[in-house]
């Protein structure tokens, strides 16, 4: 009886040790996620018939390679598929940033570089053939080169399209005045923003230095606000 | 006892000392709940009534969620402090629950508000997914509008932009086929307390989705000003801009200034760059417009997260921005398997998160007090947001968004 007692007395303790932990911790945290899996499981049965297609790809050339730089992988992988991972609402410690497109995989059109400085500065500028709506696309970046490792590193890059450019008009002039100014230099019209708060006017734009050429033609141009690169960005 | 030996192995002996010792810290972990909510029920921030909510059926799509003790106070009861939600996966938003450091609020926030039905926020992105089941009814649809007619009944210019635009393809499907857009979406307003999924900041919403990034994320900043001017123009009152690169661009400037002119308020992602935005802007988080909010990251414990760019004088305030759980389309696309992304939720790290919890405070506020402008807005989040040392230099004033303290 008396071993019996001490015995009943532990095992007793060992039960409350636990429900204390437990009831620290949280209760629905056991409890939420098998009611959860089974509740969004029937959820997506629904949706996945009720589901939009999705847009057709853009058209202007070939299909965009994705070529990102790697994710840093800051837990433990899952091994779950996507949607068991969303289903299952388990943190499988993956966090991710969105991936930012490089365009690595683009075909070169053109291409140019300045020479080192004394600093090992130097500018790239690259025309690639892309799969953006417009599908020229100007890559231009800005290098340092250590002489003494030869290791060449990226310190600034921006991208915009190669062959147009944003553009406005001063006060009072209109959509035909802007063709007529415009379209003896070269230039066409592609586009008109919001009802003639800019335009987007293009140019040959297959050189690397034709942007430069461009703007700075078009700011010699009376009429014209400004003119200025319709820069690519990204979700971030 | 001796009907219960078969539960005790006889093996099993433990010296007295012990068995106090486990009794004690039995007892003192289970009376030591640390950083629960203080409601009228006295319960964790999900309840086991809410976690077994109804599941919707073919039948009943949107049940009635289970009502919380919280929610149904006496007549004699004070009005509640905190007011959580009943959907499953609410307790995976460690951005908006209770166990983080960061901590915004919102719980506190929804005790006043959690209605934006009123304020139409528009997600200038690669697009949403209309048909998740935890944003459909929370996507906006022009009134002025009639569907699949095939003209421009609103004479805006744009024909049968019946729920947003498609500045990518020039059509009226914005759907998502990336999944960046989808997850802001959610952020701002998943509908909240309906026995499904998550709960976005606010529970009813109407989102605008303009989609000009691409399936690749990638966009252009022509697209986006046409964007910003067609958001002004339907009557948003809260543009969320999860993007950027490039330089300087007069024409995107201009397009902001718009906007401010409007009375609308857009809100921009600081970037992801881990760089000084005072020492380099990144746009259109750097522009110097009155009705410019830049968002920076901080993570669980309030710290500046390690990607985020930062700006002493330029970004304004800190949001939650990683290990955010959030909608994404339902339907795997190829940007989702490349980036391994799960159908339907997901976690996302970035300043794009951060910016769309401002977002939708900004329209949570507004639509508590409808008199508020974009500036008085905007002064408000900014004055009653906590004071964090860590973000000392890193953030303007140190800021960090708290929901409760914008709405009271």
Same mark, same amino acid.
């Given at each position: 009886?008396?071993?019996?007692?001490?015995?009943?007395?532990?095992?007793?303790?060992?039960?409350?040790?636990?429900?204390?932990?437990? #009831?620290?911790?949280?209760?629905?945290?056991?409890?939420?996620?098998?009611?959860?899996?089974?509740?969004?499981?029937?959820?997506?049965?629904?949706?996945?018939?009720?589901?939009?297609?999705?847009?057709?790809?853009?058209?202007?050339?070939?299909?965009?390679?994705?070529?990102?730089?790697?994710?840093?992988?800051?837990?433990?992988?899952?091994?779950?598929?996507?949607? /068991?991972?969303?289903?299952?609402?388990?943190?499988?410690?993956?966090?991710?940033?969105?991936?930012?497109?490089?365009? /690595?995989?683009?075909?070169?059109?053109?291409?140019?570089?300045?020479?080192?400085?004394? /600093?090992?500065?130097?500018?790239?500028?690259?025309?690639?053939?892309?799969?953006?709506?417009?599908?020229?696309?100007?890559?231009?970046?800005?290098?340092?080169?250590?002489?003494?490792?030869?290791?060449?590193?990226?310190?600034?890059?921006? /991208?915009?399209?190669? #062959?147009?450019?944003?553009?406005?008009?001063?006060?009072?002039?209109?959509?035909?005045?802007?063709?007529?100014?415009?379209?003896?230099?070269?230039?066409?019209?592609?586009?008109?923003?919001?009802?003639?708060?800019?335009?987007?006017?293009?140019?040959?734009?297959?050189?690397?230095?034709?942007?430069?050429?461009?703007?700075?033609?078009?700011?010699?141009?009376?009429?014209?606000?400004?003119?200025?690169?319709?820069?690519?960005?990204?979700?971030? | 006892?001796?009907?219960?030996?078969?539960?005790? =192995?006889?093996?099993?002996?433990?010296?007295?000392?012990?068995?106090?010792?486990?009794?004690?810290?039995?007892?003192?972990?289970?009376?030591?709940?640390?950083?629960?909510?203080?409601?009228?029920?006295?319960?964790?921030?999900?309840?086991?009534?809410?976690?077994?909510?109804?599941?919707?059926?073919?039948?009943?799509?949107?049940?009635?969620?289970?009502?919380?003790?919280?929610?149904?106070?006496? =007549?004699?009861?004070? =009005? =509640?402090?905190?007011?959580?939600?009943?959907?499953?996966?609410?307790?995976?938003?460690?951005?908006?629950?209770?166990?983080?450091?960061?901590?915004?609020?919102?719980?506190?926030?929804?005790?006043?508000?959690?209605?934006?039905?009123?304020?139409?926020?528009?997600?200038?992105?690669?697009?949403?997914?209309?048909?998740?089941?935890?944003?459909? !009814?929370?996507?906006?649809?022009?009134?002025?509008?009639?569907?699949?007619?095939?003209?421009?009944?609103?004479?805006?210019?744009?024909?049968?932009?019946?729920?947003?635009?498609?500045?990518?393809?020039?059509?009226?499907?914005?759907?998502?086929?990336?999944?960046?857009?989808?997850?802001?979406?959610?952020?701002?307003?998943?509908?909240?307390?309906?026995?499904?999924?998550?709960?976005?900041?606010?529970?009813?919403?109407?989102?605008?989705?303009?989609?000009?990034?691409?399936?690749?994320?990638?966009?252009?900043?022509?697209?986006?000003?046409?964007?910003?001017?067609?958001?002004?123009? &339907?009557?948003?009152?809260?543009?969320?801009?999860?993007?950027?690169?490039?330089?300087?661009?007069?024409?995107?400037?201009?397009?902001?200034?718009?906007?401010?002119?409007?009375?609308?308020?857009?809100? !921009?992602?600081?970037?992801?760059?881990?760089?000084?935005?005072?020492?380099?802007?990144?746009?259109?988080?750097?522009?110097?417009?009155?009705?410019?909010?830049?968002?920076?990251?901080?993570?669980?414990?309030?710290?500046?997260?390690?990607?985020?760019?930062?700006? !002493?004088?330029?970004?304004?305030?800190?949001?939650?921005?990683?290990?955010?759980?959030?909608?994404?389309?339902?339907?795997?696309?190829?940007?989702?398997?490349?980036?391994?992304?799960?159908?339907?939720?997901?976690?996302?790290?970035?300043?794009?998160?951060? !910016?769309?919890?401002?977002?939708?405070?900004?329209? &949570?506020?507004?639509?508590?007090?409808?008199?508020?402008?974009?500036?008085?807005?905007?002064?408000?989040? &900014?004055?009653?947001?906590?004071?964090?040392?860590?973000?000392?230099?890193?953030?303007?004033?140190?800021?960090?968004?708290?929901?409760?303290?914008? &709405?009271?």
């Amino acid at each position: 009886m008396k071993k019996n007692w001490k015995t009943g007395l532990g095992f007793f303790s060992v039960i409350l040790a636990v429900f204390g932990v437990l #009831d620290w911790y949280g209760w629905d945290q056991l409890i939420v996620s098998k009611e959860v899996h089974s509740g969004l499981t029937k959820a997506q049965s629904g949706l996945k018939t009720a589901a939009q297609a999705p847009l057709s790809p853009l058209g202007g050339g070939a299909p965009l390679a994705k070529v990102s730089k790697p994710v840093p992988n800051r837990g433990v992988a899952s091994t779950q598929s996507p949607n /068991e991972a969303g289903a299952n609402e388990a943190n499988s410690g993956i966090f991710r940033e969105p991936r930012i497109e490089t365009f /690595e995989s683009a075909p070169v059109v053109s291409a140019s570089e300045t020479v080192p400085d004394q /600093e090992g500065r130097f500018t790239r500028v690259r025309v690639l053939k892309t799969g953006m709506k417009y599908p020229l696309v100007r890559v231009e970046e800005k290098w340092v080169r250590d002489f003494a490792t030869g290791q060449d590193q990226v310190t600034h890059r921006v /991208e915009m399209i190669a #062959d147009h450019l944003i553009l406005k008009l001063d006060p009072g002039y209109t959509a035909e005045d802007l063709v007529r100014v415009v379209v003896p230099l070269g230039f066409e019209v592609r586009a008109t923003i919001s009802g003639g708060r800019a335009y987007l006017v293009s140019f040959n734009g297959h050189e690397p230095m034709a942007l430069e050429k461009a703007a700075a033609q078009l700011k010699a141009t009376q009429g014209i606000s400004y003119s200025e690169p319709d820069y690519i960005v990204h979700a971030n | 006892m001796g009907r219960l030996s078969f539960l005790i =192995p006889n093996s099993v002996q433990l010296p007295m000392q012990t068995c106090v010792c486990l009794i004690l810290t039995g007892a003192l972990l289970s009376g030591c709940k640390m950083d629960r909510t203080t409601s009228l029920s006295g319960a964790s921030s999900l309840t086991i009534n809410q976690a077994l909510a109804p599941l919707p059926t073919s039948a009943n799509p949107s049940p009635t969620p289970s009502i919380s003790p919280s929610t149904t106070p006496s =007549p004699t009861a004070s =009005p =509640p402090t905190s007011l959580s939600a009943n959907d499953p996966l609410f307790s995976q938003q460690v951005d908006l629950f209770q166990n983080s450091t960061a901590h915004i609020h919102v719980k506190e926030a929804w005790a006043l508000q959690t209605d934006c039905s009123g304020v139409p926020v528009a997600v200038l992105d690669s697009g949403v997914d209309m048909a998740h089941p935890d944003l459909a !009814a929370n996507i906006y649809t022009n009134p002025h509008e009639i569907a699949g007619n095939g003209h421009d009944d609103d004479s805006n210019g744009y024909v049968d932009d019946v729920h947003g635009w498609n500045f990518v393809a020039s059509n009226n499907n914005p759907t998502d086929d990336h999944y960046h857009g989808t997850h802001v979406s959610g952020t701002i307003g998943a509908i909240g307390n309906n026995g499904i999924g998550i709960a976005g900041i606010c529970w009813k919403a109407q989102i605008v989705p303009l989609k000009f990034l691409d399936q690749t994320g990638s966009g252009l900043n022509s697209d986006a000003i046409k964007a910003i001017y067609y958001a002004v123009d &339907l009557g948003v009152k809260v543009i969320n801009a999860s993007f950027g690169g490039g330089g300087y661009d007069a024409a995107f400037k201009a397009a902001i200034d718009y906007a401010a002119a409007h009375d609308v308020l857009f809100i !921009a992602a600081a970037g992801n760059d881990g760089a000084d935005n005072d020492a380099t802007p990144f746009y259109p988080a750097g522009y110097a417009s009155t009705n410019l909010i830049s968002v920076a990251s901080v993570d669980a414990i309030d710290a500046i997260s390690s990607f985020s760019n930062f700006g !002493a004088t330029s970004v304004l305030i800190a949001a939650p921005g990683e290990n955010i759980y959030s909608t994404t389309p339902t339907v795997q696309n190829a940007g989702m398997t490349a980036d391994h992304i799960a159908a339907s939720y997901d976690r996302l790290n970035g300043t794009s998160m951060a !910016a769309p919890h401002i977002a939708g405070v900004a329209a &949570l506020y507004k639509a508590f007090d409808p008199s508020q402008t974009a500036a008085s807005i905007k002064a408000q989040i &900014l004055s009653r947001a906590d004071v964090i040392s860590g973000l000392n230099g890193k953030v303007v004033g140190s800021r960090r968004l708290n929901a409760r303290a914008t &709405l009271h």
